[in-house]
Protein backbone atom coordinates (compact mmCIF):
# COMPACT_ATOMS: atom_id res chain seq x y z
CA UNK A 1 0.00 0.00 0.00
CA UNK A 2 1.19 3.63 -0.86
CA UNK A 3 2.13 6.03 1.93
CA UNK A 4 -0.90 7.68 3.25
CA UNK A 5 -0.23 11.65 3.21
CA UNK A 6 -3.21 15.06 3.81
CA UNK A 7 -1.67 17.95 2.30
CA UNK A 8 -3.45 19.97 4.23
CA UNK A 9 -6.18 22.61 3.84
CA UNK A 10 -8.08 25.04 5.62
CA UNK A 11 -11.82 25.05 7.21
CA UNK A 12 -13.60 27.63 5.12
CA UNK A 13 -11.82 26.04 2.37
CA UNK A 14 -13.27 22.42 3.23
CA UNK A 15 -16.33 23.72 4.61
CA UNK A 16 -17.20 25.23 1.10
CA UNK A 17 -16.44 21.91 -0.67
CA UNK A 18 -19.51 20.76 -0.12
CA UNK A 19 -22.18 23.05 -2.35
CA UNK A 20 -19.16 23.17 -5.06
CA UNK A 21 -19.24 19.36 -5.41
CA UNK A 22 -23.32 19.60 -5.64
CA UNK A 23 -23.42 22.51 -8.32
CA UNK A 24 -20.58 20.15 -10.42
CA UNK A 25 -21.46 16.21 -10.12
CA UNK A 26 -24.53 14.53 -10.24
CA UNK A 27 -24.16 12.56 -7.09
CA UNK A 28 -21.43 12.74 -4.41
CA UNK A 29 -20.85 9.65 -2.72
CA UNK A 30 -19.28 9.80 1.42
CA UNK A 31 -17.80 7.28 3.45
CA UNK A 32 -18.00 6.76 7.39
CA UNK A 33 -14.51 7.44 8.82
CA UNK A 34 -14.69 6.68 12.76
CA UNK A 35 -10.81 7.65 13.10
CA UNK A 36 -8.20 9.96 11.43
CA UNK A 37 -6.77 6.18 9.76
CA UNK A 38 -9.86 5.15 8.25
CA UNK A 39 -10.44 8.93 6.90
CA UNK A 40 -6.93 8.45 5.41
CA UNK A 41 -7.61 5.03 3.71
CA UNK A 42 -11.58 6.81 2.28
CA UNK A 43 -9.35 10.27 1.31
CA UNK A 44 -6.83 7.96 -1.11
CA UNK A 45 -9.20 4.96 -1.92
CA UNK A 46 -8.90 5.10 -5.68
CA UNK A 47 -10.35 2.35 -8.66
CA UNK A 48 -10.18 2.20 -12.24
CA UNK A 49 -13.94 1.32 -13.24
CA UNK A 50 -15.99 1.48 -15.89
CA UNK A 51 -13.98 3.92 -17.62
CA UNK A 52 -13.19 6.45 -15.44
CA UNK A 53 -11.61 7.04 -12.16
CA UNK A 54 -13.91 6.79 -8.71
CA UNK A 55 -13.12 7.95 -5.44
CA UNK A 56 -14.96 9.49 -2.17
CA UNK A 57 -16.07 13.13 -2.19
CA UNK A 58 -16.04 13.09 1.27
CA UNK A 59 -16.25 11.36 4.91
CA UNK A 60 -19.69 10.63 7.22
CA UNK A 61 -18.83 11.43 10.51
CA UNK A 62 -21.30 8.54 12.37
CA UNK A 63 -22.82 8.53 15.90
CA UNK A 64 -22.99 5.04 15.43
CA UNK A 65 -19.70 4.06 14.06
CA UNK A 66 -18.05 6.83 17.16
CA UNK A 67 -20.32 5.62 19.76
CA UNK A 68 -19.45 1.94 18.71
CA UNK A 69 -15.92 2.73 18.84
CA UNK A 70 -15.62 4.04 22.06
CA UNK A 71 -17.70 1.06 23.32
CA UNK A 72 -20.75 3.02 24.28
CA UNK A 73 -24.15 2.59 22.63
CA UNK A 74 -25.66 4.56 19.69
CA UNK A 75 -27.95 6.54 21.78
CA UNK A 76 -26.64 10.02 21.87
CA UNK A 77 -24.21 8.65 24.29
CA UNK A 78 -20.95 10.82 23.49
CA UNK A 79 -20.67 14.06 24.02
CA UNK A 80 -20.87 16.70 21.02
CA UNK A 81 -17.48 17.90 21.98
CA UNK A 82 -15.68 14.47 21.93
CA UNK A 83 -17.01 13.61 18.67
CA UNK A 84 -15.81 17.26 17.72
CA UNK A 85 -12.46 16.54 19.06
CA UNK A 86 -12.16 13.19 16.55
CA UNK A 87 -13.25 15.22 13.74
CA UNK A 88 -10.72 17.55 14.68
CA UNK A 89 -8.36 14.82 14.33
CA UNK A 90 -9.07 13.86 11.11
CA UNK A 91 -9.25 17.16 9.87
CA UNK A 92 -5.61 17.37 11.01
CA UNK A 93 -4.46 14.77 7.86
CA UNK A 94 -7.25 14.87 5.18
CA UNK A 95 -8.62 17.52 2.90
CA UNK A 96 -11.79 16.11 2.20
CA UNK A 97 -15.11 17.92 3.45
CA UNK A 98 -17.20 15.83 5.89
CA UNK A 99 -20.83 15.54 6.88
CA UNK A 100 -21.64 15.28 10.34
CA UNK A 101 -24.46 13.06 11.68
CA UNK A 102 -25.84 15.17 14.36
CA UNK A 103 -28.93 12.54 15.79
CA UNK A 104 -31.55 14.89 16.90
CA UNK A 105 -30.08 17.83 17.17
CA UNK A 106 -30.94 18.07 20.95
CA UNK A 107 -32.95 21.19 22.17
CA UNK A 108 -32.65 23.84 19.52
CA UNK A 109 -30.76 26.07 21.88
CA UNK A 110 -28.08 23.14 22.21
CA UNK A 111 -28.44 23.04 18.31
CA UNK A 112 -27.78 26.48 17.91
CA UNK A 113 -24.31 25.76 19.73
CA UNK A 114 -23.39 22.86 17.85
CA UNK A 115 -23.54 24.58 14.68
CA UNK A 116 -21.28 27.45 15.33
CA UNK A 117 -19.01 24.64 17.02
CA UNK A 118 -19.08 22.94 13.84
CA UNK A 119 -18.82 25.62 11.30
CA UNK A 120 -15.69 26.83 13.18
CA UNK A 121 -14.38 23.39 12.85
CA UNK A 122 -14.68 23.17 8.95
CA UNK A 123 -17.81 20.79 8.87
CA UNK A 124 -19.52 21.52 5.62
CA UNK A 125 -22.85 20.31 6.81
CA UNK A 126 -24.83 18.21 9.44
CA UNK A 127 -27.85 16.26 9.49
CA UNK A 128 -30.17 15.72 11.98
CA UNK A 129 -33.15 13.53 12.52
CA UNK A 130 -36.41 14.39 13.56
CA UNK A 131 -37.26 11.55 16.13
CA UNK A 132 -37.60 12.60 20.33
CA UNK A 133 -36.78 11.05 23.02
CA UNK A 134 -34.38 8.82 23.61
CA UNK A 135 -32.84 8.40 20.35
CA UNK A 136 -32.39 4.78 19.13
CA UNK A 137 -30.71 3.59 15.68
CA UNK A 138 -32.58 3.91 12.75
CA UNK A 139 -31.95 0.61 11.06
CA UNK A 140 -33.95 -1.12 14.54
CA UNK A 141 -37.25 1.00 12.99
CA UNK A 142 -40.46 1.20 14.84
CA UNK A 143 -39.63 -2.40 17.14
CA UNK A 144 -37.82 0.10 19.58
CA UNK A 145 -40.70 2.19 20.76
CA UNK A 146 -39.19 5.33 18.69
CA UNK A 147 -41.26 8.44 17.66
CA UNK A 148 -41.38 11.41 15.65
CA UNK A 149 -41.07 15.06 16.75
CA UNK A 150 -43.87 17.35 16.26
CA UNK A 151 -43.46 18.85 12.34
CA UNK A 152 -43.23 22.60 13.86
CA UNK A 153 -40.47 21.54 17.02
CA UNK A 154 -38.42 20.21 14.39
CA UNK A 155 -39.09 23.35 12.06
CA UNK A 156 -37.87 25.43 14.90
CA UNK A 157 -34.88 23.24 15.55
CA UNK A 158 -33.84 23.72 11.95
CA UNK A 159 -34.43 27.33 12.02
CA UNK A 160 -32.42 27.82 15.15
CA UNK A 161 -29.56 26.01 13.49
CA UNK A 162 -29.82 28.18 10.01
CA UNK A 163 -29.64 31.34 12.07
CA UNK A 164 -27.15 30.46 14.29
CA UNK A 165 -24.67 30.05 11.68
CA UNK A 166 -22.18 32.72 10.36
CA UNK A 167 -22.24 32.00 6.68
CA UNK A 168 -23.78 30.20 4.32
CA UNK A 169 -21.52 27.76 3.07
CA UNK A 170 -22.26 25.86 6.13
CA UNK A 171 -25.40 23.51 5.36
CA UNK A 172 -28.37 22.09 7.74
CA UNK A 173 -29.74 19.01 6.38
CA UNK A 174 -33.12 17.44 7.64
CA UNK A 175 -33.34 13.91 8.04
CA UNK A 176 -37.14 11.82 7.57
CA UNK A 177 -37.77 9.01 9.75
CA UNK A 178 -41.48 8.26 8.77
CA UNK A 179 -40.42 5.49 6.47
CA UNK A 180 -38.23 4.06 9.02
CA UNK A 181 -40.98 4.25 12.21
CA UNK A 182 -44.07 2.55 9.77
CA UNK A 183 -46.08 6.42 8.90
CA UNK A 184 -46.69 6.26 6.09
CA UNK A 185 -45.36 8.26 2.50
CA UNK A 186 -48.16 11.19 3.09
CA UNK A 187 -46.12 11.69 6.29
CA UNK A 188 -42.84 11.97 4.76
CA UNK A 189 -44.18 14.07 1.65
CA UNK A 190 -45.50 16.87 4.48
CA UNK A 191 -42.83 16.54 6.17
CA UNK A 192 -40.36 17.17 3.51
CA UNK A 193 -42.77 20.21 2.38
CA UNK A 194 -42.45 21.58 5.80
CA UNK A 195 -39.00 21.43 6.52
CA UNK A 196 -37.77 22.67 2.65
CA UNK A 197 -39.76 25.61 3.59
CA UNK A 198 -38.49 26.19 7.27
CA UNK A 199 -35.38 26.85 5.06
CA UNK A 200 -33.78 23.37 5.58
CA UNK A 201 -30.65 23.21 3.01
CA UNK A 202 -31.46 20.00 2.29
CA UNK A 203 -33.18 16.43 3.01
CA UNK A 204 -32.46 12.82 3.93
CA UNK A 205 -35.37 10.39 3.31
CA UNK A 206 -34.37 7.11 5.35
CA UNK A 207 -35.25 3.46 4.93
CA UNK A 208 -34.38 0.30 6.24
CA UNK A 209 -36.68 -1.58 3.91
CA UNK A 210 -34.38 -4.62 1.83
CA UNK A 211 -35.46 -2.66 -1.63
CA UNK A 212 -35.43 1.19 -2.82
CA UNK A 213 -38.75 1.33 -3.70
CA UNK A 214 -40.14 3.35 -1.63
CA UNK A 215 -37.19 5.77 -1.50
CA UNK A 216 -37.42 6.02 -4.92
CA UNK A 217 -41.10 6.96 -4.78
CA UNK A 218 -40.42 9.43 -2.45
CA UNK A 219 -37.96 11.25 -4.58
CA UNK A 220 -40.55 10.93 -7.30
CA UNK A 221 -43.12 12.78 -5.28
CA UNK A 222 -40.46 15.39 -3.84
CA UNK A 223 -38.76 15.99 -7.10
CA UNK A 224 -41.90 16.94 -8.78
CA UNK A 225 -41.89 20.33 -6.01
CA UNK A 226 -38.57 20.35 -5.76
CA UNK A 227 -36.34 20.01 -8.17
CA UNK A 228 -33.27 21.23 -7.20
CA UNK A 229 -33.41 20.93 -3.22
CA UNK A 230 -30.11 18.37 -2.08
CA UNK A 231 -31.43 14.78 -1.76
CA UNK A 232 -29.47 12.00 0.47
CA UNK A 233 -30.02 8.82 1.28
CA UNK A 234 -28.09 5.86 3.48
CA UNK A 235 -28.55 2.67 1.39
CA UNK A 236 -27.40 0.42 4.14
CA UNK A 237 -30.76 -1.96 4.45
CA UNK A 238 -30.99 -1.54 0.41
CA UNK A 239 -27.42 -1.96 -0.61
CA UNK A 240 -28.22 -3.72 -3.75
CA UNK A 241 -29.00 0.16 -5.24
CA UNK A 242 -26.42 1.52 -7.75
CA UNK A 243 -25.27 5.42 -7.69
CA UNK A 244 -26.25 5.11 -11.34
CA UNK A 245 -30.09 4.28 -9.86
CA UNK A 246 -29.65 7.00 -7.51
CA UNK A 247 -28.81 9.74 -9.66
CA UNK A 248 -31.64 8.48 -12.23
CA UNK A 249 -34.01 9.09 -9.63
CA UNK A 250 -33.00 12.37 -8.28
CA UNK A 251 -30.48 12.14 -5.50
CA UNK A 252 -27.39 13.68 -5.06
CA UNK A 253 -25.80 12.39 -2.47
CA UNK A 254 -25.31 8.95 -0.64
CA UNK A 255 -23.49 7.68 2.78
CA UNK A 256 -22.07 4.62 2.83
CA UNK A 257 -22.35 5.15 6.64
CA UNK A 258 -21.12 2.20 8.69
CA UNK A 259 -19.11 -0.01 6.16
CA UNK A 260 -15.63 0.80 7.17
CA UNK A 261 -16.54 0.02 10.85
CA UNK A 262 -18.26 -3.50 10.01
CA UNK A 263 -15.48 -4.53 7.97
CA UNK A 264 -12.91 -3.22 10.84
CA UNK A 265 -14.15 -5.09 13.56
CA UNK A 266 -14.72 -8.78 11.90
CA UNK A 267 -11.02 -8.56 10.83
CA UNK A 268 -9.80 -7.72 14.50
CA UNK A 269 -11.91 -10.35 15.96
CA UNK A 270 -11.19 -13.07 13.70
CA UNK A 271 -7.16 -12.30 13.99
CA UNK A 272 -7.49 -11.97 17.95
CA UNK A 273 -9.20 -15.52 17.86
CA UNK A 274 -6.66 -17.64 15.64
CA UNK A 275 -3.88 -16.20 17.84
CA UNK A 276 -5.68 -17.46 21.28
CA UNK A 277 -6.68 -20.64 19.05
CA UNK A 278 -2.46 -21.06 18.12
CA UNK A 279 -1.34 -19.67 20.91
CA UNK A 280 0.80 -17.50 18.58
CA UNK A 281 0.98 -14.82 16.00
CA UNK A 282 2.44 -17.05 13.18
CA UNK A 283 -1.01 -18.62 11.67
CA UNK A 284 -2.12 -15.03 11.26
CA UNK A 285 0.46 -13.61 9.58
CA UNK A 286 -0.95 -14.04 5.96
CA UNK A 287 -4.17 -11.69 7.37
CA UNK A 288 -1.97 -8.81 7.76
CA UNK A 289 -0.63 -5.50 6.47
CA UNK A 290 3.43 -6.63 6.48
CA UNK A 291 5.05 -4.36 9.28
CA UNK A 292 7.03 -2.81 7.17
CA UNK A 293 4.16 -1.49 5.29
CA UNK A 294 2.13 -0.88 8.30
CA UNK A 295 5.16 1.71 9.51
CA UNK A 296 5.12 3.34 6.13
CA UNK A 297 1.05 4.45 6.34
CA UNK A 298 1.89 7.78 8.40
CA UNK A 299 4.90 10.00 7.30
CA UNK A 300 7.43 10.28 9.87
CA UNK A 301 7.96 6.58 11.12
CA UNK A 302 11.35 6.52 9.65
Keep these: MSTLRGPGTTPDIRRQTLRRLLSAKPISRFIETHNPISALIAEHASVHAAGQVRQFDGFWSSSLADSTSRGKPDIESLDIRSRLSNVSDIFEVTTKPLIFDGDTGRKPEHFSLNVRA?????????????????????????????????????????????SARVGDDFMVFARIESLVLD?????????????????ADGIMIHSCKKTSDEVF?????????????PLACIPTSY?????????????????????????????????????????GAAEVDSQLMPISEFLDLIPGNR
Design 118 to 162: MERLGVSAVIIEDKKGLKKNSMLGAEVGQTQEEIELFCEKIRAGL
Design 183 to 199: QGMNDAIARAQAYTSAG
Design 217 to 229: EFARIFRKEFPHV
Design 239 to 279: NTVTEDELVAHGFNIVIYSNQLSRAAYPAMQRVANEILRHG
